[in-house]
């Protein structure tokens, strides 16, 4: 089979392997349709590393994914071949502290697509993945909305954490976490929606797809512009972008008892807080690591057409020519907000 290897900084080769195979009772081996390329698929490509994730070359990144059912382990009942799924990448173990409270998304024992020392990742012809990773998706959602999931339900994660209906909200940073939170967002009835993005296109499609407000940080001061219509501030904030700057708006811009929500991965080791405003606001901060037990939730969300992620692929590609597409994504051209990648 065809699979997108990471073989250094900035290199991507497509390289031929054998087809995986099923091991395990509770395997199912999936020939992949369509996978969206991620923002920390971007870090690994450029930096090879997040935080102490490193990558050892050569490496098969991807996890955002979905396909077809052609075979499946004996003790698999709820997929047979033919089956129509998206991937939830995250592979826990079922059985840490972590796992019996219910916390998959903070698994000690965590395996993940796409993520080095983990597993390999989804940019290749097939893979392999437990049942548990496996929803089905009915005939109404494409591959590429299957695919979408995955950044879609970090989304709706991230707003089940505490918004409630009419809150005014922030989301600092239009990419595709940001779309998927302001989507979500809607969804589940937010009033005003403030966005920001140093990518006027990415703005631009933050308006069409919902946002009341977006703004460039590099051409208006965002604080200032957003006070001046919500003079008693914003009840959350959402930063998606891993930005030290966009922590300091968030600050400036969340109401007395608001909350903080941290989705961005940034490039650095430490966040910095000015203490007397998180004091005498009395600010919560919120970390959201990826998603926990919405995926089938999301999958309805977008069935139902309460949530439209289409307009977020801007560009598709075949799989010879995933290189392209990861040029594009670091240097934000072409107006690229979400590359799909057709296999």
């Known amino acids: 089979m065809k699979a997108i290897s990471l073989t250094g900084p900035g290199q991507i080769e497509v390289i031929h392997r054998p087809n995986p195979d099923i091991y395990g009772s509770d395997d199912v081996l999936i020939r992949m349709k369509s996978t969206g390329i991620c923002g920390s698929d971007i870090h690994y490509f450029q930096e090879g590393r997040i935080g102490d994730q490193i990558i050892q070359y050569p490496f098969t990144l991807g996890h955002e994914g979905a396909g077809v059912v052609e075979r499946v382990g004996s003790q698999v009942y709820g997929l047979k071949p033919g089956d129509r799924v998206t991937i939830d990448p995250a592979m826990p173990c079922f059985a840490c502290d972590q796992c019996l409270a219910g916390r998959y998304n903070t698994c000690r024992n965590m395996r993940f697509l796409g993520c080095p020392g983990q597993a390999d990742g989804c940019l290749s012809e097939y893979i392999v993945v437990p049942e548990s990773s496996c929803h089905s998706v009915p005939d109404s959602i494409s591959f590429d909305q299957a695919a979408l999931i995955e950044p879609l339900a970090i ?5 089940k954490q505490g918004l409630k209906s009419g809150m005014k ?18 969804a589940y009835g937010a009033g005003k929606i ?4 140093f990518v006027d296109h990415r703005l631009a499609l933050a308006v069409t797809m919902g946002a009341d407000w977006a703004g ?3 051409v208006t001061d965002i604080t200032e512009d957003i006070l001046a219509m919500e003079p008693n501030h914003l009840d959350l904030v959402y930063e998606c972008c891993g930005k030290q700057e966009a922590v300091n708006q968030a600050v400036d811009l969340l109401k007395p008892g608001g ?3 941290i989705i961005g991965i940034p490039r650095f080791a430490s966040w910095h807080f000015d ?21 089938d939730e999301t999958i309805a969300l977008v069935a139902s057409g309460r949530i439209r992620p289409d307009s977020m692929q801007t560009h ?6 995933a290189t392209r597409a990861f ?13 799909m990648i057709h296999i």
């Open 327 to 339: 040029d594009l994504l670091s240097d934000y051209k072409d107006g690229i907000m979400k590359a």
């Open 316 to 321: 598709i590609f075949e799989l010879d020519q």
């Open 216 to 218: 460039n940080p590099a």
């Open 194 to 197: 403030y966005m920001t993005d």
């Open 155 to 159: 989304g709706v994660y991230a707003v």
């Open 169 to 186: 909200i922030g989301i600092l940073g239009s990419g595709p976490i940001g779309i998927s939170v302001m989507l979500s967002a809607k």
């Open 275 to 295: 203490v007397n405003d998180l004091r005498r606001k009395e600010i919560s901060i919120k970390n959201v690591r990826r998603s926990n037990n919405v995926v």
């Open 259 to 261: 909350t903080l929500f």
